[in-house]
């Protein structure tokens, strides 16, 4: 039998983990500079942790990954981790609700089971959430953090979308739906399925109009929005209260120089989603998204804190980052015995030692076996008196050297 | 399995065991399929057709049916649609479609609730308390159920029967198979919500659908495939009527005792009456699940001795008696579990055997890992309906690779075709010998036993009646 990986997950080779580490670190720095601390939280969390804020819909619910723990007989399921968010929310009430405001990072992997085996059940985000802030000022940090961070991964043309929750269910309400029907709705548009909003006529002429001039178009300023408000002049009051918390989001954003597109359907999956939603895309790809979810920390027994966060998508990006060769190219010496000897081998490593000791990438060839990859060659001799031979692979050139700190004196001379 | 495409394609059909038996042999004397010796007394598992030399048949318990033909084992099968959703529920990627329905198989999959538990609609559940507990046969319906509803928090106790028994005291809530609305009712119990029929269904392997012809044995059933779509929209029960009296007392008594349905009925029903426990409504010939004993302190509900360990584990019940089988199975998966052996009971021998075919040249367990080591049993297709067990024994004796294959019953059934080793109980061999069976391990033997909940020990008002009765029992040993 083949020993293969399970369905849906994937080894991460060194090509891999250099441009995973590129994106971590460079999403680290800026977090760390921005003043978001880092937190882990565990793979392995109740289930109901995730079923009772009702805020994953019941699709996303059936495609977690549970099981009985080891006290598995009081019925109660574990799952690995389905959602970056839910856990952050949970650590946050269960350590940090004592903090006025919250400024969180992470990089973990999420579950999530996948019908075709085709796509990764297993995905890496990294993420922020700013717990504790109303203010649309902390939706336009979040926004503006996202986008630095983009930005010094190299990738200059991001797309952002915005789109808005409480907007969007407000528009809902007004369809005249039962409550039943009006979760399911929500639920089928988080889903992705903005064709059942088009077979659902409101009784309101006005509020279809709303409805479709929001479906069809893509507003590119807070002017689009002005328009959409003065066009429903009789629309209900919470969705006047929505487009103006919109309004006032798309504007800061207009006079901070960020270009956006407004689009409504710029939501996706989560229902904890209450006010302005936003997707991070790159030549069409969706690459990260984030939103205001003030719900979520009272529905899971919080205080009323409000917050809002996003998530960057790390395997589509690692797709997107060209290759890389490792971080800080300083030289590499390889390090070669004259003869397998015990006593070579000793000064093998005590040379070794010194030259990582001062900074350098070092590795041994022992039975000069395999291709490596280096700048600096040293032949060990078989006695301790004889010289060192010391090689510049890229100059070609030899010569011979007597102690360890001639060594350390030739390469940093040259490098 | 086999997948080698210059054998000649035989057609294999999974045929339902149970409730659906005698309807499916019926349909099949009709069908003159040519599976003579067929019929509702049927005690063979294998059925070979004298019209069609490729079609065979093999007799399965319905549960097991839609996961053997997914998997491919079987080209056909035949089964309640319930458990068809009960495979989907869970595994929507499965390789199964489902063909048609067929006129027969009766009964409904409902949610249920007891008609004393004061819950009386859907979304009733919505709003009242957050921890619901669930039991079903059908574990996978019950939580696509919940989960659909949105239930806060829940747990679902999978169970191997007598769901009906469970509401109110031991779950709130009971997804099970009934024949209609009425004899649900009739049962203490009120109808929430009809998830689904329960009625016969044509399903095949997606694979042989595409690849294989079956056009013969399809058109066979020409006329009784039923041309309207079945879907399994859920409907929603307004029970106006409510039990007027109750016909048990639900007065809480201070132990809790659960007693096993099934085999170990009669000689359990003995043995209480030898230790001068009064029963009415259990004997070797009579069952009321919620029988009436001679304590006042106690009562009793009779319970399959599959669900007890777990029951007894999260405290439903203080003492149950049960199979030593199930109290290990229990007790390997779950090792800290709250659940401990009070008293060996001495009856209802049974031997835990590993088990292969008769043609299979291996006498015992190392001359079997030498043979999966070589390559040319690889990986050994392991059933049991003792999973942790055959776990555990397998990883003990270092076996491997494995794929353990649950079953619901007839174990010894799926040697050799679909599976290679049977880790089965055995009273004495004659069922092995009769399926061209052969022992080659003994693990353990295992008689009925008294269980119980150390938590239940350590109350100081249980204890002394946990101490009575198990000094009652000792006396008749």
Redesign the interface.
């Known amino acids: 039998?083949e020993n293969q990986t399970c369905k849906g997950m994937r080894d991460l080779l060194p090509d891999d983990m250099l441009r995973f580490r590129h994106i971590e670190d460079k999403f680290r720095t800026c977090c760390l500079k921005w003043g978001y601390q880092e937190v882990k939280t565990p793979t392995l969390e109740y289930i109901?942790l995730f079923?009772?804020?009702?805020t994953l819909t019941?699709g996303m619910?059936?495609k977690v990954y549970s099981f009985?723990d080891?006290?598995?007989?009081?019925?109660?399921?574990v799952v690995l981790r389905p959602d970056g968010t839910i856990p952050i929310a949970r650590l946050y009430i269960n350590n940090l609700a004592e903090q006025e405001i919250a400024r969180l990072s992470y990089i973990t992997n999420i579950f999530s089971f996948d019908?075709?085996?085709r796509e990764n059940r297993e995905r890496w985000q990294c993420g922020v959430e700013f717990l504790g802030s109303a203010e649309a000022a902390a939706d336009a940090e979040i926004i503006l953090l996202a986008r630095e961070v983009m930005h010094n991964l190299g990738f200059d043309k991001l797309g952002l979308r915005l789109s808005h929750a409480g907007l969007v269910k407000a528009l809902v309400k007004e369809l005249g739906l039962s409550p039943g029907e009006e979760?399911k709705m929500v639920s089928r548009l988080l889903d992705g399925d903005w064709q059942a909003l088009t077979a659902v006529k409101s009784a309101k002429p006005e509020i279809d109009k709303l409805l479709s001039s929001l479906l069809d178009l893509k507003g590119k300023s807070s002017g689009f929005l002005h328009n959409a408000k003065a066009l429903s002049l009789q629309a209900s009051q919470d969705i006047k209260s929505n487009l103006d918390d919109f309004i006032t989001i798309a504007t800061l954003l207009d006079s901070l120089g960020c270009n956006y597109e407004i689009d409504i359907k710029a939501i996706t999956g989560f229902e904890y989603y209450t006010g302005t939603c936003f997707q991070l895309s790159l030549g069409g790809e969706t690459v990260g998204s984030g939103g205001r979810y003030n719900d979520l920390i009272p529905l899971m027994g919080g205080r009323n804190v409000p917050a809002c966060g996003f998530a960057l998508y790390v395997d589509p990006l690692m797709n997107l980052l060209p290759l890389r060769s490792a971080e800080g190219d300083e030289p590499k010496v390889l390090v070669k015995a004259e003869d397998v000897t015990p006593e070579a081998i000793e000064l093998c490593f005590s040379l070794a030692k010194s030259l990582r000791d001062a900074g350098y990438t070092t590795l041994f060839d022992f039975a000069s076996q395999g291709k490596f990859d280096y700048c600096w060659s040293i032949v060990v001799p078989k006695k301790k008196s004889s010289p060192f031979t010391i090689t510049n692979r890229k100059q070609g050139k030899q010569r011979r050297v007597v102690s360890i700190t001639e060594i350390l004196d030739v390469i940093e001379r040259q490098s | 399995m086999s997948n080698s495409k210059d054998l000649p394609k035989n057609i294999r059909l999974a045929l339902p065991k149970g409730r659906l038996l005698p309807a499916t042999a019926d349909l099949f004397n009709e069908l003159a399929l040519g599976f003579e010796s067929f019929s509702n007394k049927t005690r063979r598992y294998r059925l070979h057709s004298v019209r069609f030399p490729r079609l065979s048949a093999k007799i399965f318990q319905e549960k097991d049916i839609p996961v053997q033909v997914a998997i491919g084992n079987y080209d056909l099968g035949i089964c309640g649609f319930d458990w068809i959703e009960e495979l989907l529920a869970r595994y929507p990627a499965s390789a199964l479609i489902k063909i048609s329905s067929l006129n027969y198989g009766e009964g409904n999959i409902y949610v249920t609730a007891s008609s004393q538990s004061g819950i009386s609609d859907i979304p009733g559940l919505q709003d009242k308390k957050d921890n619901w507990s669930i039991v079903s046969e059908y574990p996978n319906l019950a939580e696509a159920f919940a989960l659909n509803l949105r239930l806060k928090v829940f747990s679902i106790f999978p169970i191997w029967g007598a769901a009906e028994v469970y509401p109110p005291e031991d779950a709130d809530l009971a997804v099970l198979w009934g024949k209609n609305e009425k004899v649900i009712t009739s049962r203490g119990l009120i109808c929430l919500q009809e998830l689904m029929p329960a009625n016969a269904f044509l399903i095949a392997n997606q694979g042989s659908l595409e690849n294989k012809d079956l056009s013969q044995i399809l058109a066979c059933f020409g006329s009784k495939l039923v041309s309207k779509a079945q879907t399994s929209v859920p409907k929603e029960l307004k029970t106006q009527v409510r039990a007027a009296t109750p016909y048990y007392s639900t007065r809480a008594k201070e132990i809790k005792l659960a007693l096993p349905d099934g085999h170990q009925q009669a000689p359990t029903s003995q043995f209480l009456k030898r230790a001068g426990i009064d029963l009415e409504g259990y004997a070797e010939d009579q069952l009321d699940r919620r029988p009436l004993i001679n304590l006042d302190w106690a009562e009793v509900k009779v319970i399959r001795p599959q669900d007890m360990p777990l029951q007894v584990a999260n405290g439903n019940f203080d003492l149950a008696i049960t199979g030593e089988d199930w109290l290990r199975n229990h007790l390997y998966r779950f090792p800290s579990s709250p659940v401990t052996k009070l008293l060996d009971l001495g009856f209802g021998m049974v031997r835990i055997v590993a088990a292969v075919s008769h043609d299979m040249p291996v006498a015992n367990v190392d001359e079997l890992r030498v043979l999966v080591q070589s390559g040319r049993l690889t990986p050994i297709r392991v059933a049991s309906e003792y999973v942790n067990i055959a776990d555990k024994y397998l990883r003990d004796n270092r076996i491997s690779p494995y794929k353990l294959i649950p079953t619901w019953g007839a174990s010894e059934a799926f040697v050799p075709e679909d599976a290679d080793l049977l880790i089965d109980n055995a009273q004495t061999g004659k069922t092995l010998t009769l399926h061209k069976l052969k022992s080659i391990d003994v693990l353990f033997e295992s008689t009925a036993c008294l269980i119980g909940n150390k938590g239940s020990l350590d109350s100081p008002d249980k204890r002394g009646k946990i101490d009575f009765l198990i000094r009652k029992l000792r006396a008749a040993l």
């Open positions: 039998m109901h079923t009772s804020t009702g019941p619910l059936g009985l080891w006290n598995g007989w009081s019925g109660e399921r019908e075709t085996g979760t």
